[in-house]
Nanobody, 126 residues
Framework: QVQLVESGGGLVQAGGSLNLSCAAS????????VAWFRQAPGKEREFVLGATSRNYLQYVADSVKGRFIISRDNAENTVYLQMNSLRPEDTAVYYC???????????????????WGQGTQVTVSS
């Protein structure tokens, strides 16, 4: 079992930056694939960024390419999402996830992940 707790969300102006953290406990998160998803009001949860276990590969949604970065600190058992050049359309609840996706397509799907955090709100004002 892995427990995930996100933090770092908040209100920021367009063009600004935020760094979200996802602290894991229970088991080391380095052995799992990890990802960030987001969900805006009235919309489905969507994939943002993900990395295979030990960061061999990373997956990035086109909407955040060149602006968002995913990283891990294995010593701290924490996953980060650095968000730059934020836009109002980035406003959403951001969720951290961990798991063992069974195939390539699963890395960008909510079905590929077993463990989820409670989410942290990010609001970008124009």
């Amino acid at each position: 079992q892995v427990q995930l707790v996100e933090s770092g969300g908040g209100l920021v102006q367009a063009g600004g930056s935020l760094n979200l953290s996802c602290a894991a406990s229970g088991r080391t998160v380095s052995t799992y694939a990890v990802a960030w998803f987001r969900q805006a009001p009235g919309k489905e949860r969507e994939f943002v960024l993900g990395a295979t276990s030990r960061n061999y590969l990373q997956y990035v949604a086109d909407s955040v390419k060149g602006r968002f970065i995913i990283s891990r600190d294995n010593a701290e058992n924490t996953v980060y999402l650095q968000m730059n050049s934020l836009r109002p359309e980035d406003t959403a609840v951001y969720y951290c996830a961990a798991g063992t996706p069974p195939n390539t397509m699963s890395y960008t799907s909510v079905r590929g992940y077993t463990y989820w955090g409670q989410g942290t709100q990010v609001t970008v004002s124009s």
